[in-house]
């Protein structure tokens, strides 16, 4: 099983790039940041998780510039999406800056893409937040078709373009890991028609859940001739008990959050994070997939 840590990249926070040398050092696999591109004053889109929407969603980094800068000042870090609010996204301009990010990198990246919850943030990209969904999955296929072609084109009901050429192409081939986000009951035919694997998080999922919804994801694989289908469980308790039930049911990945906080706070959690994942690294999931 591998571990990431995650944070809300607050402009308040200890520096995303400081943030990725600490989860370097601290032997952590991966680190993993969000999106907001804005946060409309209005709130009439209700914070899933309940209650106020806390602070740090009013003080974003830009994820993608955030993990260039990662990519700098580390080597062996993967460098993860979660998730991207791609309808908030023209999908040829996305696809060059997630092309070029894994370039850079030498191939770290992993994207975590979602529909988005907050609906007046998509309205305001002039996109009709009822259709994020389909508009989700065009535009993740509109740009595997520009990862993965030297002339790409796509004709669907929300993307639409002629033929194009676009380099770099990713070093990952045939085009980086694809992680969809979400919760609701068809997100896991989402998966399995248009990703490589679930991202799924503990604001929606205890670890019995995950383990219950992986098993159904891994049955339909089969059904549909595929193989294991990784899983990543992020905001996953910082408890023992969770981490071993997801590791025998064959997660890939436990992703444990530390808070948008100063350095010291943030090293604190990362400290903590280690001691507790020291007994299960290099331990291998009981069914873990490696992507297609």
Not at 5 to 18: E, G, K, L
Not at 105 to 124: F, H, K, Q, T
Not at 232 to 248: F, H, K, N, T, V
Not at 259 to 278: G, M
Request: glycine letters at 10%; proline letters at 7%; aromatic letters at 8%.
């Amino acid at each position: 099983m591998h571990f990431g840590i995650t944070m809300i990249p607050a402009d308040y926070a200890v520096s995303p790039v400081r943030l990725g040398v600490l989860t370097e050092e601290y032997g952590f696999e991966s680190l993993w940041l969000g999106e907001h591109s804005h946060i409309p004053t209005s709130r009439k889109s209700a914070y899933p998780s309940g209650g106020e929407l806390p602070r740090e969603f009013f003080h974003f980094h830009d994820p993608l510039v955030s993990l260039a800068a990662v990519a700098s000042v580390t080597t062996t870090l993967r460098l993860g999406t979660s998730t991207l609010v791609v309808p908030d996204h023209d999908p040829i301009v996305l696809a060059k800056q997630i092309s070029s990010l894994d370039h850079l990198s030498s191939g770290r990246v992993m994207v975590g893409v979602g529909a988005g919850w907050n609906l007046e943030e998509i309205a305001n990209h002039r996109v009709d937040p009822r259709f994020r969904v389909g508009i989700l999955c065009e535009r993740v296929e509109a740009m595997k078709s520009i990862w993965t072609n030297d002339e790409a084109e796509f004709h669907g009901m929300f993307v639409d373009f002629d033929p194009i050429w676009q380099w770099p192409k990713p070093v990952q081939r045939p085009h980086p890991p694809v992680l969809f986000g979400g919760q609701g009951p068809k997100v896991l035919q989402r998966v399995l028609d248009h990703g490589t694997g679930w991202l799924v998080s503990g604001r929606h999922f205890d670890a019995a859940g995950v383990v219950e919804w992986s098993g159904r994801l891994q049955a339909l694989a089969t059904e549909r001739g595929q193989g294991a289908v990784p899983v990543s469980y992020q905001d996953g308790p910082a408890e023992r008990s969770s981490i071993e039930a997801c590791l025998a049911a064959g997660v890939e990945r436990y992703i444990l959050r530390v808070p948008a906080a100063d350095e010291s706070v943030v090293t604190e959690t990362l400290a903590a994070h280690r001691a507790l994942v020291e007994p299960y690294l290099g331990r291998q999931s009981g069914q873990e997939g490696s992507g297609r």
